[in-house]
């Protein structure tokens, strides 16, 4: 009693300490950034404070920490917020939310600087990262206080839990598997009383200090091996250093595995402590709910998560949360467990459930878990409530995601004082209470994924098809049904050596015939199949042509053709297919060196942009695909290249919107966190429409970087985009090109090297984008705006002028200077006549002729217009190709339409 009474006389003391030193401070002295806090006491007053701008360095109780200069005064007093600066100058040492518990001394600070505000039953500190651990050791919990900025919270509501909870027989055959047996085997062997088999030996485990060395090494590879072996994936994530990460176990969802629900705890505890209820207890909880819910299919993601550096203000899950919210994870909830071991024997078993109420959905979170333990019974006592930052559920609240945290009777005071001491061992635990939380967080976990997969057995299988009498190459829809539960899995046997695994599959014969199709379906729990005979009929299937690709060829080359034509054989005779090529349209002559091989070459007696035509014909149907040729001058193309040549036209902007124009490097793009790097190239001279035929950005190393890496490269989609500014997410708002370029730098190896590894691939077609556009003006500006993963460093222009970005563009300006073709050319097909057309070398251009097709159908074939005729719409087109006899002159080519009565078509 006499320790209670002196730590509160002790703290009491400390707040009118702290109150004198909060108000000493007076914002129009500053001259750097102050740490200021700001009180937001409705839903209006955080829509405010967003309206600032200003930095959310952490989300309290009530209030943000942010970063405010006289210009950011200003805007808190426009927006008609209350605040107080807590310290006037944000310096190199850190910051620290401090928990004092009543049953533990108050710490004894060695400067009133240190001491900078009182939050509830919280003290807000400076201090070195070093002197944390004397903290803790005096019963304070801490939270280390970052200064990047936190996304705001959106006040919107995510996940749907029930209001009433009812007992679910397979959860409660669930808690039924847990066991004070178990569960003390779990706690002795994690403060050292008994050892573990980890890493192929047995090891006892003397602390689980965080920065102990091999003890927590062995300790967080002991969870993760136990996961393994139940069949978990395990990911080890290192946030400050390789023998204390973060241990993940995961039971990926069978039908929805972008939803992710999580259960955990830290597993470190500070020195010369066993830490059997802080926090061996919350991390048997996981463990144990790992090793029971992988006996289930479950349709989400579950994780099981085991955090360190939570002593020492949770760093840990900080890192954690911060990676999660970079990834654009969809973590629905996340279940702390934090000291549940802990009770005074013979008192009530009280139990507290802190929630976030900007974060609505917590508060239901923490309702059902008041509600879990009504339904089933367990003897606990819940009381939800607010303003509890010191464990690791916050980190996650700093990030956006929803949270709880579940822990002893924090309200009345019934917490364990033997926490961050020797005495916290195993028999200062009550293994009723303790066994009994245990079932809750576990039916808790349960009941808030919602996603237990049930286990009906597939017993039946049956499948339709449509059309129900295909012919050969005709597209069939095949649909499966079966009963059973999900998850389940689909195979299909078409009968002729190809299948399909969706449930329902399209399938086409290249040939007639009989054809036997199977359907199995599958779950955890059985199996069934059906069987159906098909048949399939022969028809006469237009040919498959391709033009092959569209090319840029210099006037002064030939340009290789790749085409090809395939055929079904029908009809027999001729049982073959035969080809021509033709051309279009285009500003001059074009030769083909063999008019009738899929595959040939062709020259042009201009520059400009050519439609090239492939014609296919089996005597009876014909088809055609088209093929865009764009020819160059023949002179070498231009160069020009530009360098970034201001401070604010290279940018990097965070996760969270927060644009940089003075970086002296350039992070492509992990940095703290995954960012979006822009760079703004001025006075371009390109001509409008002008052909791109290569561009490419290159970099100077300012940092070697082996790490894996994918980047993705656009443009700005504008005429003369504007230079960056600091306005947030200035470069990830804008808007982008169609065109995109994959690009995966090799390792840079060499710092200040500017070689072929430190240049983009080419980026031709993002160029060319850019200045067909409309409003493109040689002499405009360029955007290219880089996001994607992973990291390599370029030297910025605010770390070396000379080195900066530099954009290199070759281009060629054809003699007509026509536009770049932008529409597709799709294959046609359309019956043709019983005449087959000859051949031509060369098609020459006529502008004043044209030749217009029946009505009803496609035209196929395009002779070179020197005549214009239209059939009457009730008669066949007979059309005849006559090539030129003259070698040495231009050959021309005529077109004849005359009506055929007797033709036949087929269709």
């Not at 109150?19 to 102050?34: D, E, M, V």
Request: with cysteine; hydrophobic share 35%.
């Amino acid at each position: 009693m006499k320790k209670q009474v002196l730590s509160i006389i002790m703290l009491l003391a400390l707040l009118v300490l702290i109150a004198g030193n909060a108000q000493a401070f007076s914002l129009p002295a500053l001259k750097t950034t102050a740490l200021v806090y700001v009180t937001l006491s409705s839903r209006d007053d955080m829509n405010n404070f967003a309206s600032t701008g200003l930095p959310m360095y952490t989300l309290l109780e009530g209030a943000v920490l942010t970063g405010v200069n006289q210009t950011g005064e200003q805007l808190l007093r426009a927006a008609g917020l209350s605040f107080q600066v807590v310290d006037p100058d944000i310096r190199g040492d850190s910051y620290y939310l401090a928990e004092i518990s009543s049953n533990h001394y108050t710490p004894e600070f060695s400067s009133n600087e240190q001491v900078l505000l009182s939050i509830g039953n919280s003290v807000l500190l400076r201090m070195n990262p070093s002197q944390a651990n004397t903290f803790t050791q005096a019963g304070a919990e801490l939270r280390a206080i970052t200064l990047t900025p936190k996304p705001l919270p959106s006040f919107q509501s995510e996940g749907n839990f029930p209001d009433i909870v009812y007992s679910d027989p397979i959860i409660q055959g669930m808690i039924d598997q847990v066991t004070q047996a178990q569960i003390y085997q779990y706690v002795r062997e994690l403060v050292g009383e008994l050892p573990v088999w980890v890493d192929g030996e047995m090891y006892t485990i003397t602390t689980r200090y965080t920065y102990s060395g091999t003890p927590i090494q062995k300790a967080t590879s002991y969870v993760g091996q136990s996961m393994q072996n139940l069949g978990l994936q395990v990911k080890y994530q290192t946030w400050g250093g390789t023998p204390y990460p973060n241990v993940i176990g995961e039971i990926p969802g069978l039908t929805n595995p972008h939803d992710i629900f999580i259960i955990g705890a830290h597993i470190d505890d500070t020195k010369n402590t066993p830490g059997a209820d802080d926090n061996a207890s919350g991390s048997v909880a996981t463990l144990l709910a790992a090793n029971i819910l992988s006996q289930y299919q479950w349709g989400c993601t579950l994780r099981f998560a085991f955090w360190t550096g939570e002593e020492q203000g949770m760093e840990g899950s900080e890192a954690y949360a911060l990676q999660a919210l970079n990834d654009n994870e969809n973590i629905i909830a996340y279940l702390n467990l934090d000291k549940i071991a802990w009770n005074t024997i013979g008192s009530n078993p009280d139990i507290s459930l802190f929630y976030e109420p900007s974060i609505p959905s917590s508060l239901p979170l923490a309702q059902l878990f008041a509600e879990v333990v009504s339904a089933y019974n367990l003897d606990l006592i819940p009381t939800i409530a607010t303003g509890n930052y010191a464990s690791d559920h916050s980190s996650f609240w700093q990030y956006g995601f929803n949270s709880i945290m579940a822990i002893q009777d924090k309200l009345t005071g019934d917490t364990n004082p033997y926490s961050h001491t020797p005495g916290d061992t195993v028999t200062h635990t009550d293994p009723i209470y303790f066994t009994n939380f245990v079932k809750a967080s576990i039916a808790t976990f349960a009941h808030m994924s919602n996603c237990l997969v049930s286990n009906e057995p597939v017993t039946q299988a049956e499948f339709t098809w449509q059309p129900l009498n295909p012919v050969n190459r005709e597209l069939i829809t095949f649909t499966g049904t079966s009963d059973g539960s999900g998850p389940k899995t689909y195979t299909w046997d078409f009968g002729d050596g190809t299948g399909g695994t969706d449930i329902s599959p399209t399938h086409s014969y290249m040939s007639s015939g009989d054809y036997t199709v199977v359907f199995t379906t599958t779950n955890a729990f059985g199996s069934a199949s059906a069987e159906h005979l098909i048949s399939v009929t022969q028809t006469n299937i237009p040919p498959v042509v391709n033009a092959g690709p569209d090319q840029i060829v210099s006037m002064d080359n030939s340009v290789t053709l790749n085409g090809s034509a395939s055929d079904d054989g029908l009809p027999n005779p001729p049982g073959m297919v035969t080809t021509l090529w033709s051309m279009v349209s285009g500003p001059g002559n074009v030769s083909f060196s063999s008019p009738s091989s899929p595959i040939t070459t062709a020259s042009f007696s201009s520059s400009g942009t050519y439609i090239l035509r492939l014609t296919a014909s089996d005597s009876e149907l014909i088809t055609y695909d088209e093929v865009s040729i764009v020819v160059t001058g023949g002179s070498s193309p231009t160069i020009t290249e530009v360098r970034v040549s201001s401070s604010s036209n290279d940018a990097e902007e965070n996760a969270t919107g927060v644009v940089n124009l003075v970086s002296s490097d350039l992070e492509l793009v992990l940095d703290a966190n995954l960012q979006t790097v822009g760079m703004r190239f001025i006075g371009i001279t390109i001509p409008k429409n002008a052909y791109i035929n290569t561009a490419y950005i290159q970099f100077q190393v300012d940092e070697t970087g082996s790490s894996a890496t994918s980047l993705t490269i656009r443009g700005e989609a504008q005429d003369n985009p504007g230079t960056f500014s600091t306005t947030n997410k200035n470069i990830s708002s804008r808007l982008k090109t169609a065109a995109s370029v994959s690009w995966s730098p090799p390792y840079w190896t060499v710092v200040d090297q500017a070689g072929v590894d430190q240049r983009t691939p080419n980026i031709s077609t993002i160029i060319q984008e850019l200045v067909n556009r409309p409003g493109w003006s040689s002499g405009n500006s360029m955007v290219i705006i880089i996001g994607g993963t992973g990291k390599r460093t370029a030297e910025a222009y605010d770390g070396v002028h000379a080195a900066a970005p530099l954009l290199h563009v070759e281009y060629s300006i054809p003699t007509n200077n026509t536009p770049t073709p932008t529409s597709t050319h799709t294959p046609t097909s359309t019956p043709q006549s019983t005449n087959t057309p000859t051949q031509t070398a060369t098609f020459t251009s006529s502008p004043s002729s044209t030749i217009t097709p029946l009505p009803s159908q496609t035209s196929t074939l395009t002779p070179i217009p020197t005549a214009t005729e239209t059939p009457p719409p009730s008669q066949t087109p007979t059309v005849t190709l006559t090539p030129s006899n003259t070698p040495t002159s231009t050959p021309s080519q005529t077109a004849s339409i005359t009506p055929t009565p007797s033709a036949t078509e087929v269709v």
